[in-house]
């Protein structure tokens, strides 16, 4: 507000403002500056690195794209974080999975929710480290707190009995406190008991996922091979 106060007292005397008027146009100043700032911080916290839009996304690279265009551009509108609703990618490294899932987490800071975009092996890491010095209830609030967790690259390695736990608890406590986790995964559901361990723990999490949950399969080649020195369009 001090920044802007000269201007402002200029802009309401030129326009025979009130001094309520130019108050509230002070105030208006301040509050889009806050909104900015919190955005910011929300896209620093959500460790996305690059903000994508939706304009970025090339539907015409394949059918199931077109088949799906519809359910992609209604979770731009967030209504599923209100529900909790889970959201899976499932398709063939380089087909935009991660691409589209930092589309929507952009979209999630516009609105000022709090996101966390992170690889499963970075998470499950980071969990695993904090059993030795017995920090992990605390660390796994850093996953299982977000409105909104974004979890990259599930079924790219095997996970051991541990690792699968550790999952296990960051997917029931978010479905228990109806909090949406996107996840993007090269693997169908139907193979996750050869990447979590074994079948119990998989059909654990599988279906506290699927029971509220937007399903996207994409398919196509690899658009990281087709835009290779290309700019960043997926």
Same mark, same amino acid.
């Given at each position: 507000?001090?920044? #802007? *106060?000269?201007?402002?007292?200029?802009?309401?005397? @030129?326009? %025979?403002?009130?001094?309520?008027?130019? $108050?509230?146009?002070? =105030?208006?100043?301040?509050?889009?500056?806050?909104? /900015?700032?919190?955005?910011?911080?929300?896209?620093?916290?959500?460790? *996305?690195?690059?903000?994508?839009? !939706?304009?970025? $996304?090339?539907?015409?690279?394949?059918?199931?794209?077109?088949?799906?265009?519809?359910?992609?551009?209604?979770?731009?509108?967030?209504?599923?974080?209100?529900?909790?609703?889970?959201?899976? =990618?499932? +398709?063939?490294? +380089?087909?935009?999975?991660?691409?589209?899932?930092?589309?929507?987490?952009?979209?999630?800071?516009?609105?000022?929710?709090r996101v966390l975009f992170t690889t499963a092996m970075d998470m499950l890491n980071h969990l695993l480290a904090s059993q030795v010095d017995h920090s992990l209830i605390r660390k796994l609030k850093l996953y299982t707190e977000p409105t909104f967790l974004l979890i990259?690259?599930?079924?790219?390695? @095997?996970?051991?009995?541990? /690792?699968?736990?550790?999952?296990?608890?960051?997917?029931?406590?978010?479905? @228990? #406190? %109806?909090?949406?986790?996107? !996840?993007?995964?090269?693997?169908?559901?139907?193979?996750?008991?050869?990447?979590? #361990? %074994?079948? /119990?723990?998989?059909?654990?999490?599988?279906?506290?996922?699927?029971?509220?949950?937007?399903?996207?399969?994409? +398919?196509?080649?690899?658009?990281?091979?087709? %835009?290779?020195?290309?700019?960043?369009?997926?």
């Amino acid at each position: 507000m001090s920044q #802007h *106060l000269d201007e402002t007292l200029t802009d309401a005397a @030129s326009k %025979n403002l009130s001094a309520a008027e130019a $108050f509230e146009a002070l =105030l208006d100043r301040e509050l889009e500056a806050r909104q /900015t700032r919190s955005i910011d911080r929300r896209f620093r916290l959500a460790r *996305l690195q690059a903000k994508h839009s !939706i304009d970025s $996304f090339n539907f015409n690279h394949h059918k199931t794209r077109l088949q799906c265009k519809s359910r992609i551009l209604r979770l731009l509108d967030l209504g599923f974080l209100e529900k909790g609703t889970a959201v899976v =990618l499932i +398709g063939n490294p +380089g087909v935009g999975k991660t691409f589209l899932a930092k589309i929507i987490a952009w979209r999630a800071c516009q609105a000022n929710r709090r996101v966390l975009f992170t690889t499963a092996m970075d998470m499950l890491n980071h969990l695993l480290a904090s059993q030795v010095d017995h920090s992990l209830i605390r660390k796994l609030k850093l996953y299982t707190e977000p409105t909104f967790l974004l979890i990259d690259e599930l079924g790219y390695l @095997s996970l051991d009995q541990q /690792t699968s736990n550790l999952f296990y608890q960051v997917i029931s406590t978010r479905h @228990s #406190h %109806n909090r949406s986790t996107l !996840i993007t995964t090269n693997t169908a559901f139907s193979e996750w008991g050869n990447i979590l #361990h %074994n079948t /119990t723990i998989a059909t654990a999490i599988a279906d506290r996922l699927v029971e509220n949950s937007e399903i996207i399969l994409l +398919g196509g080649e690899s658009l990281r091979k087709a %835009n290779k020195g290309q700019p960043p369009t997926e």
